[in-house]
């Protein structure tokens, strides 16, 4: 199944850092990265806020653990967001893209 995994950085730099890696190793096809992101959330019990840099990552489910394990390796959080959606629909040559870009 493919997914998209959203994950949250501290700023660029942090989202590229690990984009790169992402893509080097070939867990990800494709690193979207969104500037300026407000986010408000609980952390230690009082609300809080952060500009943020959101990344959209597209891969395969298969893969997410291993994605997952990157990401915390290279992630300055304490609890990086990362959160994984599957793909329920998609154009075909796209998704076929995907496949071919990550580890098979």
Known sequence: MHIMIFVTAKDVGEAEKIARHLLDNK???????????????????????????????KSREDLFDRLQNAVKSLHSYDVPEI?????????KDYLNWIDKSVLT
Request: hydrophobic share 60%; aromatic share 8%.
């Open 27 to 57: 867990l990800a096809a494709c690193v979207n990265i969104i500037n300026q992101v407000k986010s408000l959330f609980w952390w230690e019990g009082k609300l809080d806020n952060a500009a943020e840099v959101l990344m959209i990552i």
């Open 83 to 91: 959160i994984a959606l599957p793909i329920v629909k998609g154009d």
